[in-house]
């Protein structure tokens, strides 16, 4: 793999030899991989090739299947807390890492609510702190505007680019330090798409984002760091515009040349 | 994988060979024009021109698609881009050989100055030049591409050589000054035309390697192990 200048860069987390395994099929094989604060790292990759398995064990979702297994670690810096050591809480790890899914999946609720619910959890109770995270939750994710006169509404009445940036706002609203999107966009119109692009790009001003995504040209635009995985291994990571210019490995050129996958 | 994007690039590519083969055509008759005096020949050279014209315009239109519909990237996106560039170097290399013509009818006019000795060894060497250029292109030879660019010092020297004969024709009888500066015009075109070869040189090593070269001294140019000392 090609060094890549990480001077003006800060570490956000790391995986370092991450093996993954569905019972006895192995997902993942020895991933080492990082990601920049203040940065969007763009995960690509034919169907298939670990990048969904890959952004969930950051936040422990394989967890809840038994037979699941990790071996390796994931970093998170600056306290160096490895996210997917037994001894680390899965709660704990969610709380400092937001994720958004394909389909935006709000709580049937209002979307006041939806917002809420982090801090519920965490014992947050006075309607005074509430609103202010809430405001600011829905502000960054450049909500607001079409839902500050209706945030006792349900949720569900939102149109879907509304409700997947609801699930930005949940994400949120408790804080996060890296935010994971699994293809935020693939059942979001054109329109809606960009709006979410726009927000990704304004969010990295704050935190590291790992985004999931098929769209190559999506990966292109929003992305700063481009890992492209193949077979549950990493094939090659560099500079997004690199990869896309002149990638170093003939697999990755095959595959953002639209000549497999 | 046959995919749809790789017909329409083997037809750019296509499409700017032929544009090469008819600007070699065209600096090639210029070039007879000149030894042979021909006002005729000269005269059909300025008027291809517009054909010149109308391929560059066909490429760029057809790049310009391409980029926006097809999103080319990696080695696709470089091939494109080269295309694009190396179609306006030939187009320019046509302007300076209608130029060159230009110049041939005027010093029609008068009697030759003198039996023209660097000039035709000048073209030939640029026009090896500019048809190796194309070659590195079709063959994504980064090498040849390379050597290419080398060659121009030759080409330069000649063009040195040729102004200082021309000046000491002009100081020695000012009656020959309309048709020695002539000549200086059609030495600095050639030369022109060389420079344009070696830049569709440098756009192949981009579009080989990935590696911008232009601009650069010239050991930059030269691939990590020195070819010449």
């Known amino acids: 793999m090609k060094a890549l200048d990480v001077s003006q860069t800060v570490l956000k987390a790391e995986s370092q030899g991450l093996n993954f395994f569905y019972g006895q099929a192995q997902a993942l094989h020895s991933l080492s991989l990082p990601v920049y604060d203040r940065c969007v790292t763009a995960l690509i990759g034919p169907s298939g090739c670990g990048k969904t398995t890959y952004l969930r064990c950051f936040n422990r979702m394989h967890d809840l299947y038994p037979g699941n297994r990790y071996e390796g670690a994931v970093i998170l810096y600056p306290d160096r807390v490895n996210i997917v050591g037994p001894e680390v809480d899965p709660i704990e790890v969610r709380m400092r890492i937001g994720m958004v899914f394909q389909k935006p999946n709000p709580f049937p609720k209002s979307i006041y609510e939806n917002v809420a619910y982090g801090m519920r959890i965490r014992g947050v109770s006075s309607k005074a702190d509430l609103d202010i995270v809430i405001e600011r939750a829905l502000r960054e994710a450049a909500l607001w505007g079409e839902v500050k006169d209706r945030l006792q509404a349900s949720a569900m009445n939102l149109s879907g680019g509304q409700q997947q940036r609801l699930c930005i706002a949940r994400a949120l609203a408790t804080g996060p330090e890296l935010l994971l999107f699994d293809e935020p966009t693939s059942a979001l119109d054109p329109t809606a798409t960009s709006r979410i692009e726009e927000l990704v790009t304004e969010l990295k001003q704050k935190v590291a984002i790992v985004i999931v995504t098929h769209n190559m040209q999506q990966a292109a635009r929003v992305s700063d760091h481009t890992a492209f995985m193949y077979e549950g291994r990493l094939v090659e990571f560099d500079r997004t515009e690199k990869m896309f210019t002149n990638p170093s490995v003939k697999l990755t050129e095959d595959y953002v040349t639209g000549r497999f996958g | ?229």
């Open chain 2, 1 to 229: 994988m046959q995919r749809h994007i790789d017909q329409e690039l083997s037809d750019l590519k296509d499409r700017l060979l032929q544009m090469g083969a008819l600007v070699e055509e065209q600096i090639d008759r210029a070039i007879t024009a000149m030894i042979a005096r021909d006002a005729v020949l000269a005269g059909q050279v300025i008027e291809r021109d517009t054909l010149v014209n109308r391929f560059d315009v066909e490429i760029d239109e057809t790049c310009i698609r391409l980029l926006a519909l097809q999103a080319p990237a990696a080695g696709d996106l470089r091939f494109v881009t080269t295309a694009m560039k190396i179609s306006t170097e030939l187009e320019r290399m046509s302007d300076l050989a209608e130029n060159i013509c230009e110049r041939v009818i005027e010093l029609n006019e008068e009697p030759q100055l003198k039996p023209y000795m660097d000039l035709p060894r000048m073209a030939a060497w640029t026009m090896k030049m500019v048809r190796e250029a194309l070659e590195a292109f079709v063959r994504q030879d980064a090498t040849l591409a390379r050597k290419v660019c080398a060659d121009d010092d030759f080409v330069d020297n000649l063009t040195h050589q040729l102004f200082r004969e021309l000046v000491s024709f002009m100081i020695e009888n000012p009656a020959t000054i309309t048709r020695a500066i002539r000549l200086t015009f059609i030495g600095k075109y050639i030369e022109r035309i060389a420079d344009h070869a070696t830049n569709i040189g440098e756009l192949v090593i981009y579009m080989v390697e990935g590696k911008i070269v232009r601009h650069m001294t010239p050991p930059a140019v030269q691939p990590n192990t020195s070819l010449n000392t």
